[in-house]
Nanobody, 127 residues
Framework: QVQLVESGGGLVQAGGSLRLSCAAS????????MGWFRQAPGKEREFVAA????????NYADSVKGRFTISRVNAKNTVYLEMNSLKPEDTAVYYC????????????????????WGQGTQVTVSS
């Protein structure tokens, strides 16, 4: 059984940076795409960033392009989200997730394509 645990969230001033981590246990996820999603109060959970199984391909939501960077270290079974130039609208609970199938050819941004989810970590950006 796969377990995902996010960490690194917190309170930061607008323009600041945070680095989120997602550690997986129970099974290696080196052959699965990994994604980050976020959900603000009263809003739908939305796609933020994803990375394919090899780490060679990424995809980002338009709202975070140029500011966020997703990466992974498969040897550690861990995925990261480096967040720079944070804005108040980035405030949300951030979740990491693993793709439901291995070796997906295209990095999926669809919520429905992810089967394993962490409990989330809160990111709050003050203005």
């Amino acid at each position: 059984q796969v377990q995902l645990v996010e960490s690194g969230g917190g309170l930061v001033q607008a323009g600041g940076s945070l680095r989120l981590s997602c550690a997986a246990s129970g099974r290696t996820l080196r052959t699965y795409a990994m994604g980050w999603f976020r959900q603000a109060p009263g809003k739908e959970r939305e796609f933020v960033a994803a990375i394919n199984w090899s780490g060679g391909s990424t995809n980002y939501a338009d709202s975070v392009k140029g500011r966020f960077t997703i990466s992974r270290v498969n040897a550690k079974n861990t995925v990261y989200l480096e967040m720079n130039s944070l804005k108040p609208e980035d405030t949300a609970v951030y979740y990491c997730a693993a793709d439901r199938v291995p070796f997906r050819a295209v990095v999926t941004t669809s919520l429905e394509d992810y089967s394993y989810w962490g409990q989330g970590t809160q990111v709050t950006v003050s203005s």
